[in-house]
């Protein structure tokens, strides 16, 4: 893992994962409660980014299958392979987000569910900051995390090895005012991933709007 970065590593440990991260997920109600948000905020025909878009479920397939415009982006060739596949309604492209040009003001909506954990948090910030510039006024953008104080700590993910960084709650709705967007509604839950080597973990979703 040494010399990787973020996104390189992430690429390596959602390949190994593929469709078992799907499986693992899928009965996140919280999850399925931000879309349901994002889709009432939602004009028809709304150009969504999906960051770290996996599978394409439940994700971009609820959006598209609503009539919405997704582009989906993934680190992982694997992931994005599934994606397209599985969600041939929605544009999936595997590249870093980081890489991925943006013009202000050119989306309606963006989704961040837990897909910047093994970036920097200066690289997390940097990230939230363009994607927020990216939304027109009035735009939306769904981000989940898993709410802890922690910087490049070694953990084991469903099996995988990774290295996790991420903010408490407090600092990331920090990162995100600083971005120019406002937190409208924000969700703590306590999930399990359906997998043998899961355990517990928090989760926050931050639903923000760009005002």
């Not at 919405?68 to 993934?74: E, F, R």
């Not at 990331?172 to 899961?198: I, K, R, S």
Request: proline share 6%; with cysteine.
């Amino acid at each position: 893992m040494d010399g990787e970065d973020g996104g390189q590593r992430a690429a390596r440990v959602f390949d190994a994962l593929g469709p078992v991260y799907e499986k693992a997920f899928a009965h996140s109600e919280a999850h399925r409660r931000s879309l349901e948000w994002l889709l009432g905020r939602l004009a028809p025909g709304a150009r969504v980014l999906d960051v770290g878009s996996g599978t394409g479920r439940p994700t971009a397939e609820t959006l598209a299958r609503a009539g919405h415009h997704v582009l989906g982006v993934d680190v992982s060739p694997v992931m994005v392979e599934l994606a397209a596949r599985q969600v041939p309604e929605a544009e999936f492209r595997c590249l870093d987000v980081r890489e991925l040009p943006l013009k202000d003001g050119s989306l309606d909506a963006v989704c961040v569910y837990f897909s910047l954990l093994q970036l920097e948090r200066a690289q997390q910030s940097e990230v939230i900051g363009r994607l927020a510039r990216a939304l027109r006024t009035g735009g939306s953008l769904a981000l989940a995390t898993v709410p802890l104080d922690v910087s490049g700590v070694d953990a084991v993910f469903m099996g995988q090895p990774v290295r996790v960084t991420s903010f408490a709650a407090e600092a990331l709705v920090d990162v995100v005012t600083g971005a120019g967007l406002t937190v409208l509604a924000e969700e703590n839950v306590v999930f399990t991933p359906d997998h043998p080597e899961a355990v517990p973990e928090p989760h926050l979703f931050l639903h923000c709007g760009r005002p």
